[in-house]
């Protein structure tokens, strides 16, 4: 009776963390699990992770199979924390190999081929990507920025948040990637001239919507209406078809921000 209560259980638990995950191009996994009477059933699942084609399309990326084997591993070495099981059956199971990507930029003739495409765009997502351009920025970094971390009399901005995941339309705010990535930064004036333009507009908006405001009392400097910042993967979906809108040379949003030695 236990196993027929517990399997059920954190089936459902990695299904919803799937789910609340893998929204972007509104793609779901769907992983074959059949529910036994035996611990090591588990073991099946990292088998179809490793071998089958488990999404439309084909086979799972390295890093996505990486990434279940880590939310695997977690819920059930918690489940033997709990005393719900004896072992963790994933314990001595290889950890995927996932291969780094080549990271990639703009040099200076590239970097201003961007710009000049930007200034055609709105307003707040020309800040948002000179942001990661100019400042280095994660993207995590800029969706978690309040006008509380600008200083616009030092031209300085503070990182000390970021938002990495929306589970259920919500922002998961966390600390910076690492210790070192909570920082002041030094902006240039012209970047805190646009934005003091952009913060201008942001309170005429903010008032405009009155009671439909859903921000709260948090003042978020990129928010996708209403004050709600933006889904975490809104950025990168923005970005890559504002590249193929423009023609412009294709590197991932991650690595944008290794373009900011071309403004040095």
Known sequence: MFHCIIFPCIGLLLFYWFMSSTRRNKRMLFIPVWYTRRVSCFLLVISFLYKAPLRKGG??????????????????????????????????????????????????????????????????????????????????????????????????????????????????????????????????????????????????????????WRGGDREYVFHAGYGKPFYHNTPTTWWDKFIKRHNLKPIRFHDLRHSSNSFN
Do not use: C
């Open 59 to 212: 086979q799972l990326s390295n890093g996505t199979i990486e990434y279940i084997y880590r939310v695997l591993k977690n819920i059930l070495e918690r489940s033997k924390e709990w005393g719900l099981i004896k072992v963790n059956p994933i314990v001595g199971v290889k950890k995927p190999k996932v291969e780094q990507p080549e990271i990639e930029f703009y040099d200076d003739n590239e970097a201003k081929e961007v710009i000049t495409a930007l200034n055609e765009e709105p307003r707040k997502w020309r800040l948002f990507i000179l942001g990661s351009m100019i400042g280095g920025f994660r993207r995590g970094e800029l969706l978690a920025l309040e006008w509380a971390d600008f200083d616009f009399n030092g031209m300085t901005l503070s990182i000390n948040k970021s938002i990495s995941l929306t589970i259920n339309g919500h922002a998961v705010e966390k600390e910076p990637k690492s210790k070192s990535s909570k920082r002041i930064v030094d902006i240039p004036e012209w970047y805190m001239a646009e934005l003091k333009i952009h913060e201008h507009e942001w309170k005429k908006e903010k008032l405009s919507l009155g009671g439909k």
